[in-house]
């Protein structure tokens, strides 16, 4: 076997070795233990692994419908820039293989071995803030990703010009608050301009509204001497949705749901931004009755939630909310101003369920 000791730690001249020897290289450094372990070496076998590894094709239907159900971080991200409109989208980033995960694996073992503790120390109030700031930005990306605004609800009756203000203003909101060389940073305006430029032409399902109402950090620690900062919190987010049905009716939806993140914030630039989410738990809906019911230590009664004066009125205000959910419409313009008149950027009803 050729000595990897003789070759460079980049790409070039790793083509010289076969699939199989660079995986034997990475098995023999793990078999070694812990005083031979090169790690910059193990992390350029990875990558010329990597760039062998056949991409999957990403489908476009699924990569919306887990916007929709907010499970997009399991929707591989694609490779290089995203896609220009109105062409389809760029191929998709090369999936983690298995043997590429077997490899990644051993080289967090061997770095384990080395010892390489980064800095950390406590977050400032001044840099909590600045934090939860990133991530409400960071939650608010997801949720508007293909918002737009137009008379039918699709994005044929927009011009050129105007779909492409929309995707360069989404496009600088996710460098603003996505590191950069980063799967998200590429997908989510890869998903933006595809759901822009091709798959909201014709098809009505249209975000007109999102935010986040609620961003509550439970845990925060700083690393790499402040550089990186691993994040806990629990947010509440919300959507406006209008949709054609198959019998060209037109029914409107108004999800709120709150989130259990955790997620590794980076410093680019002296700014803090979402290079990762390592866990996300769905929550409740803020339109879920069974709470009511419920006889758990973090839930209120429900004599506890009717006694109070403001929280009756925001059941009643749930209670006309969703007759308005409920009903279809005629016109795309009804639908709209019918969920239009759903308050949920002041009324956060999850806020019943603490």
């Known amino acids: 076997m050729k000595d990897p000791n003789t070759m460079p730690e980049t790409r070039p001249g790793w083509e010289t070795f076969s699939t199989q020897e660079l995986e034997e290289l990475l098995r023999q450094d793990f078999n070694a233990g812990a005083g031979r372990p090169d790690p910059r070496l193990t992390a350029a076998i990875l990558e010329e692994l990597a760039r062998r590894t056949p991409a999957p094709a990403v489908d476009t239907e699924a990569a919306w419908a887990a916007v929709r159900a907010r499970t997009l971080e399991q929707v591989p991200a694609p490779a290089g820039p995203a896609a220009p409109p109105p062409e389809c989208p760029a191929s998709p980033r090369r999936a983690l293989g298995w043997r590429r995960i077997l490899a990644l694996a051993a080289a967090v073992a061997m770095m384990v071995c080395v010892l390489v503790i980064s800095a950390s120390r406590t977050a400032s109030d001044q840099e909590i803030d600045q934090i939860r700031t990133a991530l409400i930005g960071a939650q608010e990306v997801q949720v508007q990703m293909g918002m737009f605004s137009s008379e039918d609800g699709t994005t044929s009756s927009l011009t050129e010009a105007e779909l492409e203000t929309l995707a360069t203003n989404f496009d600088q909101k996710v460098d603003q608050y996505y590191a ?127 006694s109070n004066p403001k929280n009756k009125q925001a059941l009643e205000e749930i209670a006309q909310n969703k007759s308005i959910l409920a009903q279809k419409y005629n016109t795309f313009q009804e639908a709209k101003n019918a969920v239009n008149q759903i308050d949920v950027e002041t009324g956060n009803y999850i806020a019943l369920l603490n």
């Not at 509440?236 to 060209?248: F, P």
């Not at 914030?265 to 019911?293: H, I, N, Q, R």
């Open 180 to 306: 950069q060389d980063t799967y998200t940073n590429e997908f989510y305006k890869w998903l933006n301009r595809d759901c822009l430029f091709r798959s909201h032409q014709t098809v009505v399902d249209n975000c007109i509204a999102g935010g986040v109402t609620q961003c509550d950090i439970t845990n925060l620690s700083l690393s790499n001497y402040g550089t990186e900062a691993t994040v806990s919190a629990t947010v509440t987010i919300w959507n406006k949705w209008v949709t054609m049905e198959e019998d060209g009716s037109y029914s409107i939806s108004n999800p709120i749901n709150q989130d259990f993140l955790e997620v590794k914030m980076v410093k680019e630039d002296g700014t803090w931004k979402l290079a990762e989410t390592l866990s996300l738990e769905k929550g409740m809906t803020g339109y879920d009755d069974s709470f009511m019911d419920s006889a758990t230590t973090t839930t209120k009664s429900a004599s506890s939630v009717t």
